[in-house]
T-cell receptor, first 113, second 115 residues
């Protein structure tokens, strides 16, 4: 079935360093790839997304890259700050319709001052 | 952007009782609503997809008679956990795609604790 794998499960960096989270997806028909940030007890918040007709997208310190051939997409956060500490989820659209999303297992990012 | 509200934000109930969670789209018409369950330190697991005016579609392994979903209007979808047990304790979140994009907008979630 459809699957999204996410690595690493935990990531610890020093403030100012970069953080990279990688995901792979199985459904070749997936065409929408959002990234969400979730703080404890809160709803997931969309931080950036990319569609299959684009290879890279950047928004200030956050960037996402997509390799459709390899079915890989990655989140890059530069100049990390303590407030970036949270759980990050990648997702891929499902070909099953209704804009359904399949989520990765999540990455717990800790940014140390 | 589109706003989704959810009520209640938290609920504690006794084992065997039923609990209803409401999810409302405040400034757009939600023809589709997704219901997720999230256990501590885990990902969001899709439980079911509800569509206004029709029966919900449940994911494999989700008991449709235990998790009743109703989507009677374009702004309201409800999830009722029937005969709740402690293992149903979880964070339940709804989401809906916007009218003109595939971006999903999440409700704030409901933390259910079954004693």
């Amino acid at each position: 079935g459809e699957n999204v794998e996410q690595h690493p499960s935990t990531l610890s960096v020093q403030e100012g360093d970069s953080a990279v989270i990688k995901c792979t997806y199985s459904d070749s028909a997936s065409n929408y790839f959002p990234w969400y940030k979730q703080e404890l007890g809160k709803r997931p918040q969309l931080i950036i997304d990319i569609r299959s007709n684009v290879g890279e997208k950047k928004d200030q310190r956050i960037a996402v890259t997509l390799n459709k051939t390899a079915k890989h997409f990655s989140l890059h956060i530069t100049e990390t700050q303590p407030e970036d500490s949270a759980v990050y989820f990648c997702a891929a659209s499902s070909s099953g319709g209704y804009n359904k999303l399949i989520f990765g297992a999540g990455t717990r990012l800790a940014v140390h001052p | 952007g589109a706003v989704v509200s959810q009520h209640p934000s938290w609920v504690i109930c006794k084992s065997g009782t039923s609990v209803k969670i409401e999810c409302r789209s405040l400034d757009f018409q939600a023809t589709t609503m997704f219901w997720y369950r999230q256990f501590p330190k885990q990902s969001l697991m899709l439980m079911a997809t509800s569509n206004e005016g029709s029966k919900a579609t449940y994911e494999q392994g989700v008991e449709k008679d235990k998790f009743l979903i109703n989507h009677a209007s374009l702004t309201l979808s409800t999830l009722t956990v029937t005969s709740a047990h402690p293992e149903d304790s979880s964070f339940y979140i709804c989401s809906s795609p916007g009218q003109i994009t595939d971006t999903q907008y999440f409700g704030p979630g409901t933390r259910l604790t079954v004693l």
